[in-house]
């Protein structure tokens, strides 16, 4: 790969905004400072742009194997490349589930073939499979998923005492879906006896209400503070359960964190009537007062990481009646310009942005040299344009699936280039043919 020397680019990184050259060696970032010539480089002038650290999603749905109709590492990578995400966690309700050591490092294989991004995977709880967890080394991959509530791909863990038992013995981060099952099962019920099949979708947030959310969650933190356990509650929807985490000791300190989610940050309710089913999530998309008290708790540390829960289904999949349409939807490549478009209405800086996409998952999950522009650091960047607007259409989607929920939405920034360990995936709406993607590794003592 060489040197890449990016010249007079604005670097948004650690609380800071700055003008700074940025010099590139093959896989690492040499160099940064206020003005740096190198003959042999190859020179980017940035003059203008903004230079932030690769994003890290901690939480997608590539859907292989077993569901590639849907998308697969390699169509899905491409699109996270393509939004600015250089690494990704994917999660373990494939088919076959990555239940077992086994079916973890065969995903990791297939990822080390096809993933144009960089890679690792969670390994996924159950009733049945407290031996296998122990025996998973603590720096072997992201950590551990606990469905508990059922979501796409069944895999509801609903005994307590297995779910005690895995908070007991495991030191990695585990991460969980937390929805009530009894709730939700009589709530559909009586919608269902109501309607039949064809509830209308403006139900699904009464269905998959915000009870069912905050008995889920508030027990299993309850548990892990009880244990002891490291704890990250995935995709927060409600208002009411930003008041179950905590703002007064730093990242590094919390053992109980937590994450949110893109749709529920840009969509409400009142959403449904016009987007139907393709904005059919679990947890539902629920009032604008959640909308609200999610970027409350977001803005003042209570949640630590924004995430896109990437999840691609096909739209005959999505255009099917209530009961039969799956809950999910594809993010990855517009996640960094709707966030974007925050800062651009003045609620979001740019440097909490990038702690929340890009520092805090490097910190939270402990991955080694990455989330951060800092000399010696993999060279994972995004070169963003904050003025140059696009329009999201089918001809500009790179998801397998072919759509997006933000389809005719005006972004007003543009991400121009995509570096992944040093080299450039994506420039100006065209993906490299090479891949430089690298398994993630962690940093747990």
């Known amino acids: 790969m060489g040197r890449v020397l990016i010249k007079n680019v604005n670097i948004v990184n650690e609380n800071r905004v700055y003008e700074s050259d940025v010099l590139l060696e093959d896989e690492i970032i040499l160099r940064i400072a206020p003005s740096i010539n190198d003959a042999n480089a190859k020179v980017i002038d940035a003059a203008g742009k903004f230079l932030l650290p690769g994003l890290i999603d901690d939480q997608v749905h590539f ?15 491409r699109a996270a490349v393509a939004g ?46 407290l031996e296998e967890i122990k025996r998973l080394d603590k720096n072997a991959c992201s950590g551990i998923k606990l469905f508990l509530g059922s979501s796409t791909g069944n895999m509801l863990v609903d005994n ?11 030191e990695m981060v585990i991460s969980a879906h937390c929805e009530d099952e009894t709730t939700i099962k009589r709530n559909l019920a009586e919608y269902r006896e109501k309607y039949g099949d064809d509830i209308p979708i403006k139900c699904h947030p009464l269905i998959r209400s915000a009870e069912a959310c905050y008995l889920s969650s508030s027990k299993a933190i309850a548990l892990a503070k009880k244990t002891g356990a490291r704890f990250h509650v995935f995709h927060l929807s409600t ?15 919390k053992k109980i964190t937590a994450e949110v989610c893109i749709h529920h940050l840009w969509f409400s309710d009142a959403h449904y009537d016009a987007k139907g089913t393709l904005i059919k999530w679990n947890p539902a998309v629920k009032s604008a007062g959640d909308r609200s008290k999610l970027w409350e708790a977001l803005l003042d540390d209570r949640i630590d990481v924004i995430a896109t829960d990437h999840a691609p289904h096909t739209l005959e999949e999505k255009n099917n009646v209530y009961t039969q349409a799956p809950s999910g939807g594809p993010l990855v490549q517009h996640a960094l310009p709707a966030m974007l478009q925050k800062y651009h209405e003045q609620v979001l800086s740019l440097e909490k942005l990038v702690e929340k996409m890009c520092h805090n998952p490097a910190v939270l999950f402990d991955i080694d040299k990455r989330g951060f522009i800092r000399e010696g650091y993999y060279a994972d960047l995004v070169l963003v344009d904050l003025d140059d607007p696009w329009k999201v259409a089918k001809e500009n989607i790179a998801y397998k699936c072919g759509w997006s929920p933000f389809e005719e939405t005006v972004f007003t920034s543009k991400i121009t280039h995509t570096f992944v360990n040093g080299h450039l995936a994506y420039e100006h709406g065209e993906f490299s043919k090479q891949r430089n993607a690298k398994r993630l590794t962690f940093n747990r003592s």
């Open 84 to 129: 600015g995400i250089t690494s990704f966690m994917e999660q373990p309700n494939t088919n076959p589930q990555t239940t077992t050591i086994e079916k973890l490092e065969e995903k990791f294989a297939r990822a080390a073939e096809t993933s144009f991004a960089n890679y690792s995977f969670l390994f996924g709880g159950t009733n049945d499979n």
């Open 160 to 170: 307590e005492v297995v779910i005690e038992n895995i908070f007991r013995n495991t």
């Open 239 to 253: 208002g009411i359960e930003t008041d179950l985490f905590r703002n007064d000791i730093p990242l590094t300190q």
């Open 63 to 77: 859907r292989e194997p077993g569901l590639t109709h849907k998308g697969d590492i390699a169509s899905e990578s």
